[in-house]
């Protein structure tokens, strides 16, 4: 998963990135919008990343046609090799700026964002032209973690810190790390009369769940774009960098230990046409 918009993105694509974005699946991420998919829809996936959360929702809108866009193009070649894998052919792949889409108006049943609009620096512009391009009658759906929201046990020294340099460096490259709690208001903003706004979590709690959290976020702290641009920026040291990939590992080894992560989630309807 990689996020739109003229702005740097937070996490980059390192391997330890990539890992936790292909765990993620139309189950685990979008539950609350597969009661709107049908067979023969035309979806867009905005944000696609490495591909498996497009691949389980082109198998649900199957035969309909599928349209996958990134602005980076080396995760799109992952992507197209997950869908290639599993035989799905009406996948199309591209290169886009969630700010600018270079479709037609209503070209498409659904339009879908996961883990897009926290790292726009307009998120409100880039849901009208989600709006731009979604059919009369189809549906706009975004989730979004809440980073604020995060809630984890027990409070491992070094966690707080990492938290607070997230939010600061996500701001700093001018998104929002606070986006679940906004999504409906901004699909309010950006024209939208019907908007269904819901929230589920994440929870990493059984050892195997715990040992791949918190060793992810280990390796992002200390290898990932999130570690250069922190440095870059002066909001850490390599040793502050230590110091919290070392938390995250000790929190990773505790028999009790308990993460939660919010997301808001929003439907968004077009309205049919009269």
């Excluded at 307009?122 to 989730?143: I, K, N, T, W």
Aim: aromatic share 8%.
């Amino acid at each position: 998963m990689s996020r739109m918009g003229k702005t740097g993105y937070v996490h980059g694509h390192h391997e330890a990135v990539l890992r936790s974005h292909r765990w993620r699946t139309a189950t685990n991420s979008a539950a609350y919008l597969l009661p709107e998919l049908r067979p023969g829809q035309a979806l867009l996936d905005i944000g696609c990343g490495p591909g498996t959360l497009t691949a389980d929702l082109a198998a649900r809108v199957a035969p309909g046609r599928v349209t996958a866009v990134d602005r980076a193009p080396g995760v799109l070649a992952e992507a197209r090799a997950e869908a290639a894998r599993r035989g799905q052919e009406a996948i199309t792949f591209a290169t886009a700026d969630a700010h600018a889409l270079e479709f037609d108006d209503d070209s498409f049943d659904v339009v879908h964002a996961h883990q897009v609009l926290q790292h726009l620096p307009d998120p409100v512009r880039a849901l009208r032209e989600m709006r731009r391009v979604c059919r009369p009658g189809g549906v706009v759906a975004v989730r979004d973690a809440d980073y604020a929201a995060m809630t984890w046990y027990p409070r491992v020294p070094g966690l707080s810190e990492w938290l607070s340099l997230y939010r600061r460096l996500a701001r700093a490259n001018g998104g929002e790390p606070d986006a679940g709690r906004r999504l409906a208001a901004w699909g309010r903003a950006a024209g939208f009369e019907e908007v269904s706004a819901t929230a589920s979590t994440w929870c990493f709690a059984a050892p195997a769940e715990r040992a791949w959290w918190s060793a992810s976020w280990a390796d992002r702290v200390t290898e990932s774009e999130l570690a250069r641009q922190a440095l870059d920026r002066g909001l850490a040291t390599a040793d502050d960098l230590e110091r919290l990939a070392d938390a995250w590992r000790a929190w990773g080894a505790r028999d009790d230990a308990w993460f939660a992560v919010l997301h808001g989630e929003a439907v968004c309807r077009v309205p049919r046409a009269d």
